[in-house]
């Protein structure tokens, strides 16, 4: 089949370049018009829902298509012109025009497999609170991950109706630390404590094509869930809290 993408930044600098950068492989599923994978980082402290909509995708079109390379189908397309036009194969996407071609080959289905995470019944886990956030603030947290080079964890800590976040490690002794203000106001049961997470995030939220980042947090499932919403792609960070 014939898969067209009018907008071919989003689609793969946005959409397949975001996946790139959390995992190797994936299954990208088509229905209704939407392009969704879920993925994960390897320890799976990260958890990635992707859905890409393009209106120019027929709408009877249902794809599952295992990919065993993001990072090489990501290049790949980048190569192509703004919009453009996939042939779908039994076992591989290809491409022809006067002056490109390729074809990239696929996985056969069962060799990989998605997260056993349900994205539907993410959205009824009882938040306890809630914050917005900005790219830019995020970009500086992450400036001081250089002066400590060593450190896997970011801490988000809910002072006095605000947000910090902390790039440390306090299961260790002695260890230097930097803190930045994330967000000035903190809505609902904003406990104080602090959330230890995967430091990755803060290197996927940086890529991120947007100016401000909706953040939930549970208390109850020590659950940090990051919301970047754009024309046409949504994603949503899934990040497991770890022991201190």
């Known amino acids: 089949m014939e898969l067209i993408i009018k907008n071919g930044n989003e689609f793969v600098n946005g959409f397949i370049g975001g996946l790139s950068r959390i995992s190797d492989t994936g299954i990208l599923k088509l229905q209704d018009k939407k392009f969704t994978c879920l993925t994960a980082t390897s320890d799976s ?9 393009d209106s120019s995708i027929d709408t009877d079109a249902t794809l599952n298509l295992n990919i065993p390379d993001f990072k090489k189908l990501h ?3 980048s190569i192509l012109p703004a919009s453009f036009t996939l042939q779908i194969n039994e076992n591989n996407i290809s491409y ?3 002056d490109t071609r390729f074809k990239y080959h696929l996985f056969d289905e ?4 998605s997260p056993a995470i349900n994205i539907a019944k993410i959205s009824t886990i009882p938040f ?3 914050f917005q956030t900005t ?5 500086g947290l992450m400036k001081s991950s250089f002066l400590l080079p060593d450190i896997t964890k970011v801490y988000f800590n809910f002072i006095d109706g605000k947000v910090y976040g902390e790039i440390t490690d306090k299961s260790r002794h002695n260890v230097d630390s930097f803190t930045k203000l994330l967000a000035e106001n903190c809505t609902g049961d904003c406990v104080s404590k602090s959330v230890p997470i995967n430091i990755e995030i803060l290197r996927l939220l940086t890529s991120s ?8 947090y549970s208390k109850d499932y020590s659950i940090l869930l990051f919301d970047v919403v754009q024309t046409n792609l949504i994603t949503k960070y899934i990040v497991s809290g770890l022991i201190n």
């Open 45 to 53: 402290t990260i958890v990635i829902n992707s859905e890409y909509t």
């Open 75 to 77: 290049k790949l397309l």
């Open 96 to 98: 022809s025009s006067s």
């Open 110 to 113: 069962g060799i990989i497999s």
């Open 128 to 130: 306890s609170c809630s």
């Open 135 to 139: 790219v830019e603030n995020i970009k």
């Open 209 to 216: 094509n947007v100016d401000t980042l909706n953040v939930q």
